[in-house]
C-alpha cells in the first residue's frame, strides 16, 4: 500500500511572498501520478496540478509549481507571489494507474497574511 | 454545467439510523468514488465504481454499502449510523479509472450521528 506523508501541520507566508509546501511518498508501482489539490473554506476540492511519474519536467501551472524528485519520492509544491486567495488546506494525492489505489496526505494549512 | 452533485449537503442522524448520499454527475464520466474527510485528515476512499455495474472497496468500506444505479448516479448508504461515521462525505467522477484522469468533486455533504 502506499502512503502519502505531509509534515507541515501548517505554515503561513506574508502576501507576495513565496511558499514552499512539502510532501514525501512511499510505494512499489511505477506507474503513478501525484496531484496537489488545494480545499478552501468552502470545503469544495480544487485540482493545483498534477505530475506523471514517468515525466521527469516538473509541472507547473502560473504561479504553483511542483519539484518531484522520483528518486527521493518528494513532491513539494512552490507558490510564488502568494495571494491572499492561496490561503487554504493543501492536500498532496497519489494516484496508481488504476484510480481505486488513490491516498491523500492530511494536508498543510496555509494562511497567506496581508 | 452543474459537474458532480451531492445530496444532502447536511445532515443530522441518531445512532442506528439508516440514510443514503446521493450523488449525480453530468459529465458522462466512467468512474465514481466515495470519499470521507474526518477533522485534520485527508480523504480516505470508502468504496469506487470503475465503470457502470460495478463496484469495489477502497480503504474504509466498512458500515456502508453503494449502488451504481446507472452511468450518472452512484449512492452511499448508512444502514445503521454510528457516531464513527460522523464526517463530511465527498463524490467524485472522473473519464476513466486511472491516474491519467483529474477527479471532480462535488461539494461534500456533512453527515453528523449522535
Known amino acids: 500500500a502506499q502512503t502519502v506523508t505531509q509534515s507541515q501541520p501548517e505554515m503561513s507566508v506574508q502576501e507576495a511572498e513565496t511558499v514552499t509546501l512539502s510532501c514525501t511518498y512511499d510505494t512499489s508501482e511505477s506507474n503513478y501520478y501525484l496531484f496537489w489539490y488545494k480545499q478552501p473554506p468552502s470545503r469544495q476540492m480544487i485540482l493545483v496540478i498534477r505530475?506523471?511519474?514517468?515525466?521527469?519536467q516538473n509541472a507547473t501551472e502560473n504561479r504553483f509549481s511542483v519539484n518531484f524528485q522520483k528518486a527521493a519520492k518528494s513532491f513539494s509544491l512552490k507558490i510564488s507571489d502568494s495571494q491572499l486567495g492561496d490561503t487554504a488546506m493543501y492536500f498532496c494525492?497519489?494516484?496508481?494507474?488504476?484510480?481505486?489505489?488513490?491516498?491523500f496526505g492530511d494536508g498543510t494549512t496555509l494562511t497567506v497574511k496581508p | 454545467n452543474a459537474g458532480v452533485t451531492q445530496t444532502p449537503k447536511f445532515q443530522v442522524l441518531k445512532t442506528g439510523q439508516s440514510m443514503t448520499l446521493q450523488c449525480a454527475q453530468d459529465?458522462?464520466?466512467?468512474?465514481m468514488y466515495w470519499y470521507r474527510q474526518d477533522p485534520g485528515m485527508g480523504l480516505r476512499l470508502i468504496y469506487y465504481?470503475?465503470?457502470?455495474?460495478?463496484?469495489d472497496k477502497g480503504e474504509v468500506p466498512n458500515g456502508y454499502n453503494v449502488s451504481r444505479l446507472n452511468k450518472r448516479e452512484f449512492s452511499l448508504r448508512l444502514e445503521s449510523a454510528a457516531p464513527s461515521q460522523t464526517s463530511v462525505y465527498f463524490c467524485?467522477?472522473?473519464?476513466?479509472?486511472?491516474?491519467?484522469?483529474?477527479?471532480?468533486f462535488g461539494a461534500g455533504s456533512r453527515l453528523t450521528v449522535l
Open positions: 467524485a467522477s472522473c473519464t476513466e479509472p486511472s491516474g491519467a484522469n483529474v477527479l471532480t
Open positions: 494525492a497519489f494516484m496508481g494507474g488504476n484510480a481505486g489505489k488513490s491516498t
Open positions: 459529465m458522462n464520466h466512467n468512474s
Open positions: 505530475q506523471e511519474a514517468y515525466k521527469q
Open positions: 465504481s470503475a465503470s457502470e455495474g460495478t463496484t
